[in-house]
């Protein structure tokens, strides 16, 4: 590219949406896969230069509308990055010549806690060689695979985990059987979640998004009054899907802390206040 021309580039490969500029100075890449994002529009809410545009989420989470979730607008776009830093669920990603910007001094990143400890974690049978997989069928975006492995005659249990998929929402934390558990996590947003049930009709659609299945409408036994909604707060991750979907305004999700990756002891980016405390919610719900 000659002398200090500037050249977009903006493509579609399925449902991966790629857009990128190119110059001397490098290339930018940010790429956003519709079929990952669950619509809590929190890149909207961070987005400093307001490119991010919303689609109706309830509706498009049911299929009942073939449209992508948000909408870029390349115009208003400067690649800076900061959506894919906000993104919990992997919709987003942006490279600096080819580098992902994901864990990059200098760059805004959630502190996130995963680890897993070999020696804890036990098969289910192991005469019989049966796998112990509770957190791989708890894991609500299928990040979690377990498998058996031999080593020195004894027969171990082994946690793989896709990076992309987690979301550290503590499900498999909380389902591992073994004391201590052998999965420790911790979720990045601390919040509460507040539901108006005079307002909630029942409908289902908050349940029908929730990217961590933490929303549910219990069936009641017969002469039972049924429970409209059900929330488990303790795999929530406070990412407001479900209040962004809800048709008649009867969710309201607080998050009153975020946990951030720290150098030494001080926020990995100068730009936190811009960033991150746009996504905490004034007046938390009590």
């Keep these: ?11 579609m490969e399925g449902d991966l949406l790629s857009f990128r500029r190119e110059s001397k100075k490098g290339k930018r890449e940010l ?3 519709n079929s990952r994002c669950v619509s809590c529009f929190m890149c909207h809410e961070a987005c400093p230069v307001e490119a991010i545009e919303v689609n109706p989420s309830g509706s498009a989470a049911r299929d009942l509308i073939d449209a992508p979730r948000i909408v870029i607008d390349a115009e208003k776009c400067v690649l800076c990055g900061i959506c894919a830093n906000v993104c919990l ?3 987003l990603d942006f490279a600096i010549d080819g580098v992902p910007v994901k864990g990059l001094k200098g760059y805004p990143q959630y502190e996130r806690k995963w680890e897993w400890y070999p020696e804890r974690c036990k098969p289910k049978d192991e005469g019989a060689r049966i796998v112990c997989d509770l957190c791989e069928k708890e894991c609500p975006t299928e990040a979690l695979k377990c498998s058996l492995a031999e080593e020195n005659g004894q027969v171990k249990n082994v946690v793989q985990r896709d990076e992309k998929l987690c979301v550290y929402c503590n499900a498999c934390k909380i389902v591992c059987p073994v004391a201590p558990k052998a999965i420790e996590t911790e979720k ?3 919040g509460e979640v507040k539901v108006d049930l005079e307002k ?12 961590t299945e933490s929303l549910s409408m219990p069936k009641p036994k017969v002469g039972e009054k049924a ?3 059900v929330i488990n707060k303790d795999t929530c991750v406070y990412c407001g899907a479900c209040s962004k979907a809800c048709p008649v305004g009867a ?3 607080g998050r009153k802390n975020i946990r951030l990756a720290l150098e030494g002891g001080v926020s990995t980016t100068r730009m936190r206040e811009k960033v991150f405390s746009g996504l905490l919610t004034k007046g938390v719900p009590p």
């Design 1 to 11: 590219m000659a002398g200090e021309e500037v050249g977009f580039f903006m493509g």
């Design 31 to 33: 790429t956003f896969q």
């Design 89 to 91: 669920f992997g919709a």
């Design 188 to 190: 990045v947003f601390e």
């Design 200 to 211: 909630c009709q029942g409908c289902g659609v908050c349940v029908t998004v929730c990217p």
């Design 227 to 229: 429970d409209k909604l």
């Design 251 to 253: 969710l309201e999700v």
